[in-house]
T-cell receptor, first 113, second 109 residues
């Protein structure tokens, strides 16, 4: 089954404790992206990757890191999480850039205390 | 100015009525536009894409694009309770896909 998977689905952590949210797709997509979704603000792009070893900032990259060492995986790293990073996070992938349908993962609900 | 704006909603319509959702975008160079549906607690899923001026119909959904006015709309005909969701408009900007804040639609039985 073609899908985007994210882990963990739910996470409660404390300020400053480094965490990684994993994202994996099995569709051989080149383009992958991370979004956060907050009430009233919609989906905002954090980082995106157009291919292996190619990543770039989205609209809200502060406090986040990403890497793309393999085509299928695109982990999101929060080196020192803060309460304002409490949000719902989605990973997405598509064939190329942003000009085609993006397939979204199930989401990760993160709470930073 | 946001790249994509949705300023209508929340929208409540009776079952069987037409729900009309609107979206404007700022990047005149955008060539493709998307409508995603997101049920509460779920991830967005693509329901319509449109690339040319005019109307595109898919079942009960019709997307309308007017590039001169930088305006995209979505009509849901014969609305059903299962259409109750948040609808997100999206358009490419640079190498990113920008989303509007969404319009929440509730279909009353």
């Amino acid at each position: 089954e073609a899908q985007v998977t994210q882990n963990p689905r739910y996470l409660i952590t404390v300020t400053g404790k480094k965490l990684t949210v994993t994202c994996s797709q099995n569709m051989n997509h080149e383009y992958m992206s991370w979004y956060r979704q907050d009430p009233g603000l919609g989906l905002r792009q954090i980082y995106y990757s157009m291919n292996v070893e190619v990543t770039d900032k989205g609209d809200v990259p502060e406090g986040y890191k990403v890497s793309r060492k393999e085509k299928r995986n695109f982990p999101l790293i929060l080196e020192s999480p803060s309460p304002n990073q409490t949000s719902l996070y989605f990973c997405a992938s598509s064939w190329d850039r942003s000009y085609n349908e993006q397939f979204f993962g199930p989401g990760t609900r993160l709470t930073v205390l | 100015q946001k790249e994509v704006e949705q300023n209508s909603g929340p929208l409540s319509v009776p079952e069987g009525a037409i729900a009309s959702l609107n979206c404007t975008y700022s990047d005149r160079g955008s060539q493709s536009f998307f409508w995603y549906r997101q049920y509460s607690g779920k991830s967005p899923e693509l329901i319509m894409s449109i690339y040319s001026n005019g109307d595109k119909e898919d079942g009960r959904f019709t997307a309308q694009l007017n590039k001169a006015s930088q305006y995209v709309s979505l009509l849901i005909r014969d609305s059903q309770p299962s259409d109750s969701a948040t609808y997100l408009c999206a358009a490419p900007h640079d190498y990113k896909l920008s989303f509007g804040a969404g319009t929440t639609v509730t279909v009353r039985a």
